[in-house]
């Protein structure tokens, strides 16, 4: 089991910053990949950052330029600062990981496991 805790989030006026976290415990043998979703009041859930090993980054074309994601190997944590928030960033922010745990003494498997979620609230 890999267990995700995410932290951060809050209330923020337009214009504002905030840094999200996300702190992966458990087994894990290695993490491939770490992400930030969104999921705003009856909309879909969108990636908005990911980073992989490598380094490689995608970010959705709304938050170039303002988001930053970043990621501590030694500590498998990911963060996301999030400067020049707008009302549109409003949204429930979900940490996602996937890579390889241990399952037993000398086997592993993958898995993909999602945060609990941090509110984010962007006022006007």
């Known amino acids: 089991q890999v267990q995700l805790v995410e932290s951060g989030g809050g209330l923020v006026q337009a214009g504002g910053s905030l840094r999200l976290s996300c702190a992966a415990s458990?087994?894990?043998?290695?993490?491939?990949?770490m992400g930030w979703y969104r999921q705003a009041p009856g909309k879909q859930r969108e990636l908005v950052a990911d980073?992989?090993?490598?380094?490689?980054?995608n970010y959705t074309d709304s938050v170039k330029g303002r988001f930053t994601i970043s990621r501590d190997n030694a500590k498998d944590t990911v963060y996301l600062q999030m400067n020049s928030l707008k009302p549109e960033d409003t949204a429930v922010y979900y940490c996602?990981?996937?890579?390889?745990?241990?399952?037993?003494?000398?086997?592993?498997?993958?898995?993909?496991?999602w945060g609990q979620g941090t509110q984010v609230t962007v006022s006007s």
């Open positions: 458990g087994s894990i043998f290695s993490i491939k990949r």
């Open positions: 980073i992989t090993n490598g380094p490689n980054i």
């Open positions: 996602n990981a996937d890579g390889l745990l241990w399952s037993g003494t000398y086997h592993k498997r993958s898995f993909s496991s």
